[in-house]
């Protein structure tokens, strides 16, 4: 018996989601395309599918790729560094809520991910975290598996700053985290600077709807008068709490109900600092936060 469109979209929107946000970088698109793909799946003849997951996954595959490809114009004339759209949740928030929880991929990921081809970034999505094999990729991609092999080997070796242990990353990420809490509270941020490399890089994301820096911020001494500066600045009702982003410790920072930023990090080499200061500003990536 034929499933109903809506058993297939109860059983399988969570996963098409996280894939396509996973692609993307934004959870609004990502809701987006899955929605229309629904919506076009009601409209064609389905009696001769005969694995719908698979299908499914072949079509939100291929319309984010082509969503990429426009995507990457769209970028070209975006106002300052353009980060992705982070997804957060709190503490208290158990990790198997969701598909998208359960199967995280790191923030800095994420955003070394932009560095992949849009068929790069679909082989590496289905391969690291649905666990598909090469044969099956290939199958979606209309490509040979020894072919995505090697397009896989091509993605992991860009990403491999952050293909690293998630234990210490996560924990290291922890540490900055709660250094920024204090330092935010006492407005003194030499302690936190100490634990980002010498050369680290801040990226402010305001995509040109709210003060943000456009160039990316350079160095530890540059990233300290970035931070105090702000701090000097921000109104006195701003809260700064730890949260996870991307189930890894991060920071938001709100007024009441109100997100000004969240921020994420990326470690460097040896796991032991910061390499990456993440500041999304962008209210268009922050709408979707809830606060408890």
């Known amino acids: ?23 993307l970088g934004s959870i609004t698109e990502a809701e987006d ?8 799946y009601a409209q064609s003849p389905t009696h001769a599918i005969q694995n719908e997951k698979a299908y499914l996954i072949k079509m939100v595959t291929n319309r984010c790729i ?25 503490l208290e ?6 598909f998208m929880q359960r199967e995280h991929i790191s923030y ?26 090469y044969q099956e990729i290939g199958e979606l991609l209309n490509k040979t598996s020894t072919n995505c092999r090697q397009i896989f080997s091509r993605a992991q070796k860009k990403l491999q700053p952050e293909l690293t242990d998630a234990t210490a990353k996560a924990d290291l990420a922890e540490r900055l985290s709660i250094s920024f809490i204090e330092a935010s509270r006492t407005g003194n941020f030499q ?44 109104d006195a009702s701003y809260q700064v709490r730890l949260i996870h982003t991307n ?30 200061i993440y500041f999304i500003r962008n209210p268009d990536k922050l709408s979707h936060i809830h606060l408890q």
Do not use: C
């Open 66 to 90: 082509n969503n990429l490809k426009s995507a990457r114009k769209q970028r070209e004339v975006y106002v300052g560094p353009w980060l992705p759209e982070p997804q957060v949740s709190s």
């Open 108 to 133: 800095a990921l994420l955003v070394l991910m932009e560095q992949l081809s849009p068929v790069e970034r679909a082989v590496f999505i289905l391969r690291e975290t649905l666990d598909y094999s």
């Open 1 to 23: 018996m034929e499933p109903t469109l809506e058993t297939l979209y109860t059983t399988y929107r969570g996963l098409l989601q996280s894939i396509a946000y996973r692609m």
């Open 33 to 40: 395309i899955v929605q229309d793909l629904f919506i076009a």
């Open 93 to 98: 928030e158990r990790p198997d809520d969701s």
């Open 191 to 234: 302690h936190f600077v100490t634990m980002i490399t010498e050369d680290a890089i801040l990226l402010s994301d305001g995509g040109g709807r709210v003060k943000a820096a456009i160039n990316p911020i350079y160095g530890r001494e540059r990233i300290y008068a970035f931070l105090h500066g702000i701090h000097v600045k921000r």
């Open 247 to 276: 189930g890894s410790p991060g920071i938001l920072i709100h007024a009441g109900e109100e997100v000004y930023a969240m921020i994420a990090f990326q470690p460097d080499a040896t796991g032991e600092k910061a390499q990456s």
